[in-house]
């Protein structure tokens, strides 16, 4: 198992009120209730409002995380902001949260692995802290893809919603949160899921969709449901744990029915598998710190649980770990 010193002490959410359900996108887009149901389980997502930008989720987030467990920031001395849906080019998702929560010491980044971030961010927290190059590490997973989103691109539009949340990763070699990780990326697969910026072509060939999140979900699909079951079976095998070993399972919150086959693939439980897409929808970095969020408020994840959280998607890109959760 690999050494770690870094341990999660608390977490905090943000959705933005307002809902668009699957009754509102028949009003602007030829599908319905039923058909977004049963392909992808979820009813409704949350949409920011005009001026409501990822970091502004961020903070909220933050700010709850803040309340619920009674945290400060002074000492925090490193913001990492998991996101492929920044306010700005520059400054970073992190330095507003920096400047707008007034925190004197912290060095701030941005990370973008797409829906695979938040696993990265945790990742690379608890790296840097087990290395000794910090102490307190707030990582965030937040995303306003309503504001890149086609309405008018049926298969892309039903899917993704805004919000977020956040967990603050501190020093403790007695008692530490990460078990064993594991990642990968096929880069050769990128241009089945993209948002353009400075370059209109891939590989050679021009992109289809410019400025908005296009996918080709059957191909997304099958490279998720064959990828992802193999990394949870790597990490399950380094850390030395079977499929009955592990107490949640928290997936990317992408589509339920990938998450149905990711579980009876690699033999986890969906009966204890945790997702937040239902109510908000494919929330990218933002839905597995969501998905966590919502177990700790209803009571499902208790302290001393195994949890096995895996994020995939833009990139391509997975990372998945195991960590003992201690708060």
């Given at each position: 198992m690999s050494k770690s010193a870094a341990r999660i002490t608390?977490?905090?959410?943000?959705?933005?009120?307002?809902?668009?359900?699957?009754?509102?996108?028949?009003?602007?887009?030829?599908?319905?209730?039923?058909?977004?149901?049963?392909?992808?389980?979820?009813?409704?997502?949350?949409?920011?409002?005009?001026?409501?930008?990822?970091?502004?989720?961020?903070?909220?987030?933050?700010?709850?995380?803040?309340?619920?467990?009674?945290?400060?920031?002074?000492?925090?001395?490193?913001?990492?902001?998991?996101?492929?849906?920044?306010?700005?080019?520059?400054?970073?998702?992190?330095?507003?949260?920096?400047?707008?929560?007034?925190?004197?010491?912290?060095?701030?980044?941005?990370?973008?692995?797409?829906?695979?971030?938040?696993?990265?961010?945790?990742?690379?927290?608890?790296?840097?802290?087990?290395?000794?190059?910090?102490?307190?590490?707030?990582?965030?997973?937040?995303?306003?893809?309503?504001?890149?989103?086609?309405?008018?691109?049926?298969?892309?539009?039903?899917?993704?919603?805004?919000?977020?949340g956040a967990v603050l990763v501190e020093h403790d070699a007695d008692n530490p949160s990460f078990i064993e990780s594991h990642m990968g990326t096929n880069g050769a697969l990128a241009n089945n899921l993209y948002c353009t910026d400075l370059a209109g072509e891939m590989f050679g060939e021009e992109l289809a969709a410019h400025n908005v999140v296009w996918q080709n979900g059957r191909e997304v699909y099958k490279w998720a449901v064959n990828t992802v079951p193999k990394g949870v079976n790597a990490l399950m095998d380094k850390a030395g744990v079977l499929p009955g070993e592990v107490d949640w399972f928290v997936?990317?919150?992408?589509?339920?029915?990938?998450?149905?086959?990711?579980?009876?693939r690699s033999g986890l439980s969906l009966d204890n598998t945790i997702y937040s897409l239902e109510y908000y929808g494919n929330t990218s970095a933002g839905s597995i710190p969501l998905s966590l969020a919502e177990g700790v408020k209803d009571g499902r994840i208790k302290a001393g649980d195994r949890l096995l959280l895996y994020g995939f998607g833009g990139g391509l890109t997975h990372a998945g770990m195991l960590v003992k959760w201690s708060i």
């Open positions: 608390a977490i905090g959410s943000y959705v933005p009120e307002k809902r668009l359900t699957n009754l509102d996108l028949e009003q602007l887009v030829e599908t319905n209730d039923e058909w977004i149901l049963q392909r992808t389980g979820i009813r409704e997502r949350r949409i920011a409002g005009e001026y409501e930008f990822t970091s502004d989720i961020s903070v909220s987030a933050v700010q709850d995380l803040a309340e619920r467990y009674g945290k400060s920031f002074d000492d925090v001395d490193l913001i990492i902001a998991c996101t492929m849906t920044p306010d700005f080019k520059t400054p970073s998702v992190a330095a507003m949260v920096q400047a707008k929560l007034n925190i004197p010491n912290a060095g701030a980044i941005d990370l973008n692995a797409a829906c695979a971030g938040f696993s990265y961010g945790l990742q690379m927290a608890n790296g840097l802290i087990t290395s000794g190059l910090h102490q307190k590490i707030l990582v965030i997973g937040a995303e306003t893809f309503s504001k890149f989103l086609d309405y008018t691109d049926r298969s892309t539009c039903i899917l993704f919603g805004d919000g977020g997936p990317h919150s992408a589509n339920l029915r990938i998450i149905e086959s990711i579980c009876a």
